[in-house]
């Protein structure tokens, strides 16, 4: 049986780095790995995470999710080379960390080019090849993010609500031609990602973000998850015979979701979020900007 043709977006580093050395090193060659990013130059941590795979079940590509003519090249070659995608796993995305109202417009629309369209750009452009052959999966990174609406993550947040419900409202529709889509929910992941936001960020807004909220003690942020653990269950969401949509990735955070889903209200919620955070300055002073 011909492996199944994966690509994956964001590669450089953490899950999606993760996944595409894990699932090129299937033991029973499974997967045939396209892992694109970007900017190639960022490729070197792949190319050692990819070992003896490198160029037999793992092919590095690049691919901007924020250009259209990109992503056209990029599947067309796809479609002609290998007969199309199997599993898309849309997986780039950008963190943003800052006052709503301070937020420059260029920086929300920076987020929402990869975060959103991007991703239905992508999955736009898989969609006709796999009902051809009616089979596929789409998976897609969301976050705790894209159902609890965190403080001062109002633009990140709102990115991924839309990937939410995206992809909730165009499952029961390719359900008909046997595509499949997951929705993969972390909580906080110890990556290249967290780090980066807090390099991007002006001033002393990432101390105070933790100071007020991640470091709280109460809040799921606090249960940081490796790229590896995220990795592992997208494997065993491709694996699955019925996937679901929805897939929290920890405990934690299944717990937690459960608690938004019983009150429809969303009081709860926001007087949980109140609770948590431990104000210690005026945000008016805080700076207007991070990003990734």
């Not at 110890?190 to 960020?201: G, R, S, W």
Request: one cysteine or more; a positive charge.
């Amino acid at each position: 049986m011909a492996p199944k043709v994966v690509v994956i977006t964001g590669c450089s580093t953490g899950i999606g780095l993760e996944t595409a050395a894990l699932l090129a090193s299937d033991k029973d060659n499974r997967f045939k790995v396209f892992a694109t990013m970007r900017n190639l130059a960022k490729q070197s941590k792949l190319e050692i995470a990819a070992g003896s795979t490198l160029d037999k079940t793992l092919f590095i590509r690049e691919l901007d999710v924020t250009k259209e003519d990109s992503i056209l090249r990029f599947i067309d070659k796809i479609n002609r080379e290998e007969g199309g995608v199997d599993i898309l796993i849309n997986n780039a995305g950008i963190g943003q960390v800052g006052l709503v109202e301070k937020v420059p417009m260029n920086q929300i629309r920076m987020v929402y080019e990869t975060n959103v369209f991007g991703l239905i750009r992508l999955t736009q452009a898989v969609i006709p090849g796999m009902k051809s052959k009616r089979a596929g999966h789409i998976i897609n990174v969301s976050s705790m993010a894209g159902l609890f609406g965190f403080p001062f993550c109002d633009i990140y947040a709102s990115s991924k609500f839309a990937v939410e419900g995206f992809s909730e409202s165009i499952t029961p529709f390719l359900k008909k031609f046997n595509i499949s889509v997951s929705v993969i929910e972390p909580g906080p992941v110890q990556t290249e990602f967290v780090a980066n936001i807090a390099a991007n960020t002006s001033g002393n807004f990432w101390q105070f973000y933790k100071d007020s909220f991640v470091r709280s003690g109460k809040s799921p942020m606090s249960n940081y998850q490796t790229g590896a653990e995220i990795a592992r269950i997208i494997q065993d969401v491709i694996l699955s015979d019925n996937p679901h949509l929805h897939y929290p990735t920890s405990e934690v955070m299944r717990n937690y979701a459960a608690t938004k889903y019983i009150d429809p209200t969303g009081d709860s919620v926001i007087r949980r979020m109140t609770k948590q955070q431990q104000w210690k300055e005026n945000t008016n002073s805080i700076p207007p900007k991070s990003h990734l």
